[in-house]
């Protein structure tokens, strides 16, 4: 599943003035591809990200997923065959996990949820099924995060939208959890787009980056490209405050 | 809407409506007016005639308001008081001017009919303390003038306002007090002997103006119009029945200033039965032998024994009538906030998805909620007339506000994480408020409705005063007949009652609480 952006501009009204969120964003994403949007916050990333499942509607420019325009989709139906994890997990809190992990198979309707449901608690390490009656109240937030990628991944869907997945995690679980994401990639081959303003878990889960600032791209390429020959003196700084630069001298 | 609503519902609630409807007597909220009104009623019974008693109506704005659009049928009016409050009119008549010109002017304006004057006058009696009269030598008005500013008045709330009142009074005789408070008539005489003021506004004919050996300072300068006593009969029942207007006259004329007093004394002084009261008094004018034993009045006082004595009388005695009232009570509140949840509700979530025209709506809820409760009841009367449907809109009406505020921030407020994610993951925005919003919003909706309901509770005591029972019931005989316990036998039930809903609706708040929050 290809996902496209055609010189994508988007203003918000703020009280302080209009803000240019997208200056004019072009970007390609090919099938089965991971990019890591990566940029300080402001930098328009999750704009861009919310385009590819209408949660943003552009000014201007076009957005495509699979050579389709989204405007021409619906945009519930667009929704809920495009996985979306929040940072914050964003898990119905008044649900069991198994009930949170079958929403968007329940949604479209499917018969065969339930299997589904327990196909994804798979993928992510989710076997114990005493998660099943738990609440999210009672999980790690670990656990949390996992059924949130487990509940974007149940139906299924060919593209997988990532804001900030394991942003609010400590370091130790926020590596279990990466390991779980690119496990998870080799079974389920998904085109992935993953905000993030950690330049080394771009490196470490995306096969391209896309530096982002001011709502334009400022550099996009494959990981170590990007990291190794930094195109900006700004790309340059975010090399080196992630301490990257040493990872580049010792591979 | 909301009347035809509330008519709905209490035509669903009434107890069977006779076809040919009986006489409504009604009466003002204090001792003489409920012993004429018992005196009409059991005249009538006398006489054959099915009778409805509705006794203590708030007050003469109310009970006028109900006469007029018909919901009563009967109740005993000064002529001052007609002139005054309701005409407006200040001119200075004699006694039988006065009750010719209100008597024509009410046929013309209001269609209704004065009786000819029962034959006692019940004026306004500006009273002191025996030892004040003597340490400041006052025996009238003008003398009070003079030594006013070192007295303190304790007026009632109707006096303070009426033109025939304290406004009036102070310009004719250039009275100004130290202080004036305002009082409740069930207390103005307790306040006067105990020395807490100085000055009360006592009616003529009050039986405690005896009872505590008050001086009635003399009107000198004849300001207080003449305040002669008669029945007051609505356009319908001077329609469609002469007969019973007929026997209403027969009273005309027969109870002079003496008889009254000496009532009024059996009753607040002595503490007898409003009902013993008024069938003795029909006895001695030869109008008595009713054809059925009367039952008296709701909560009718059963001689003059001790508040804690006349509380427990009235709790296990009459717990039968308890029971009806809290009953009463009860379905009152339980009707009005069961329609207010079930109009609130949707309001406020039709309000969640018109952010822009929410906040002043919600504020418009709120408003209504600080018109006092017996305006909004009078307001009512014009429109539903008196009983359960004026009281069931004016208690759906103060439900509202906490329902609709609670519902609305709730749904608004839900958890902002789980919203956006369900939009994200493709929830219509129907499924977003059915399945995500209102189930975390369902405990502070729901506390809405606790608190609406405990101000419903509170509230429905007011309902007594437009002749729709309920626990105020007692309340209201108890403030006009001084009886503080028979009051109690009303305000205790009532706050039980608000407490045990309270418990109620704090284990459904539970209830609804979804479980994993």
């Known amino acids: 599943m290809m996902l496209t952006a055609r010189d994508v501009t988007k203003r918000y009204a703020t009280p302080a003035g209009a803000v240019n969120a997208l200056a004019g964003v072009s970007i390609d994403v090919a099938d089965g591809e991971c990019v890591a949007l990566v940029g300080e916050s402001g930098s328009g990333k999750t704009t861009l990200l919310r385009c590819f499942n209408r949660l943003v509607e552009p000014d201007s420019g076009a957005v495509s997923v699979d050579g389709a325009d989204v405007r021409q989709a619906n945009e519930v139906e667009l929704r809920r065959h495009i996985g979306y994890v929040l940072q914050e997990g964003g898990l119905m809190p008044h649900w069991t996990v198994r009930r949170n992990v079958e929403l968007v198979p329940w949604l479209i309707g499917l018969p065969n949820a339930g299997a589904l449901g327990t196909e994804a608690m798979g993928l992510v390490g989710l076997t114990d099924n005493s998660f099943d009656r738990r609440y999210p109240r009672q999980l790690s937030g670990g656990q949390r995060q996992r059924v949130a990628m487990a509940r974007a991944l149940a139906a299924r869907p060919t593209v997988l939208l990532l804001d900030e997945p394991f942003g609010a995690l400590d370091a130790i679980t926020r590596s279990d959890l990466q390991e779980m994401f690119i496990a998870v990639r080799k079974q389920r081959p998904v085109t992935c787009v993953l905000v993030t303003h950690d330049l080394f878990e771009a490196q470490r889960l995306a096969d391209r980056i896309a530096v982002m600032r001011a709502g334009a791209i400022e550099q996009i390429g494959a990981s170590l490209d990007v990291i190794g020959s930094p195109a900006t003196a700004y790309v340059a700084r975010l090399v080196e405050k992630a301490g990257l630069q040493r990872l580049e001298r010792h591979p | ?517």
């Open chain 2, 1 to 517: 809407m909301r009347t035809a609503l509330a008519l709905v519902l209490a035509i669903a609630l009434a107890q069977g409506a006779p076809r040919a409807r009986p006489i409504v007597v009604a009466s003002k909220p204090f001792g003489e007016s409920y012993i004429l009104c018992e005196m009409f009623a059991q005249l009538l019974e006398a006489r054959g005639f099915r009778v409805d008693r509705r006794p203590g109506l708030g007050a003469t704005e109310i009970a006028f308001a109900a006469l007029r659009n018909g919901s009563i049928d009967v109740y005993p009016e000064y002529t001052g008081t007609g002139l005054l409050a309701l005409l407006g009119d200040t001119t200075r008549r004699t006694p039988a001017q006065a009750f010719t010109h209100v008597a024509t002017e009410f046929r013309q304006r209001f269609g209704v009919t004065w009786l000819p004057p029962l034959g006692f006058e019940n004026t306004y009696a500006i009273s002191v303390r025996r030892e004040t009269a003597a340490q400041y030598s006052l025996r009238t008005l003008t003398d009070l003038a003079r030594v006013a500013p070192s007295l303190r008045a304790g007026f009632t709330a109707d006096f303070i306002g009426r033109h025939d009142g304290l406004p009036g009074l102070s310009r004719a005789y250039g009275l100004t007090f130290r202080e004036v408070r305002p009082l409740l008539a069930a207390v103005k005489y307790q306040a006067l002997a105990g020395g807490q003021v100085d000055v009360i506004d006592g009616y003529s004919t009050d039986g405690l103006i005896a009872r505590y050996d008050l001086v009635v300072l003399a009107d000198d300068r004849g300001f207080f119009p003449p305040y002669q006593a008669a029945a007051l009969v609505s356009v319908a029942l001077a329609r469609d029945d002469p007969r019973a207007v007929a026997t209403l006259a027969e009273l005309s004329g027969r109870i002079d200033g003496a008889m009254m007093r000496a009532l009024n004394r059996r009753l607040e002084v002595d503490g007898v039965a409003v009902g013993t009261v008024s069938r003795d008094a029909l006895d001695s004018l030869g109008l008595g032998r009713p054809s059925r034993a009367a039952t008296g009045a709701a909560g009718t006082p059963t001689g003059r024994i001790s508040a804690w004595n006349s509380f427990v009388h009235q709790i296990v005695d009459e717990r039968g009538a308890l029971a009806r009232r809290t009953w009463r009570h009860l379905v009152l509140s339980a009707v009005s906030l069961a329609v207010a949840a079930l109009v609130a509700i949707p309001f406020a979530l039709v309000l969640e998805r018109r952010r822009r025209l929410a906040e002043p709506l919600v504020r418009v809820t709120g408003l209504l909620q600080t018109i006092p409760g017996i305006a909004l009841l009078a307001f009512m009367i014009p429109l539903v007339g008196i009983g359960i449907v004026p009281a069931l809109v004016a208690l759906f009406v103060y439900s509202l506000y906490p329902i609709v505020r609670n519902t609305y921030s709730g749904v608004r407020d839900a958890d902002p994480v789980a919203v956006n994610a369900a939009h994200a993951l493709g929830m219509t925005p129907t499924q977003v408020l059915r399945l995500v919003r209102l189930p975390l919003a369902a405990p502070t909706i729901m506390a809405g409705v606790r608190t609406a309901a405990v101000i419903n509770v509170g509230t429905a005591t007011l309902a007594a005063f437009i002749g729709a029972g309920g626990l105020g019931e007692p309340i209201v005989t108890g403030l006009a007949l001084s009886d503080t316990g028979l009051i109690l036998s009303g305000a205790v039930p009532a706050a039980v009652l608000a407490l045990l809903v309270d418990v109620a609706l704090a284990a459904c708040e539970r209830a609804v609480r979804p479980k994993g929050l």
